[in-house]
């Protein structure tokens, strides 16, 4: 019969743990961020008379550039989160 090692030990990686429940907390973070900026776009693509689509797909492919930056400088989403707000306004604005 074969044999099965039993594996008592209790040991848990730590910092493997810690490691993989921050790398979902940092993805957790960008995807809400990108879909706010899905949010906003749509609003540009529903409710902008003209340049519509040059302003939403404007503010698409800027945002993933910003996250990206912000997902490689660190855990700090300034940039990201200051786009966002800046596309927003100008949306906001446009629209009324």
Known sequence: MAEHGTHTSNAMDYEAAH???AGFLKGAVVLTIFCLY???AL???AFIDSGNVLTGFAGLIIG???LIVDL???NSWYLSVGFLFV???F???MVS
């Open 38 to 40: 899905v949010l906003v």
């Open 91 to 93: 949306t906001a604005f």
């Open 19 to 21: 490691a993989t429940y």
């Open 72 to 74: 490689r400088a660190g």
């Open 64 to 66: 993933a550039i910003a």
């Open 43 to 45: 609003c540009a693509f």
């Open 87 to 89: 596309f927003g306004l």
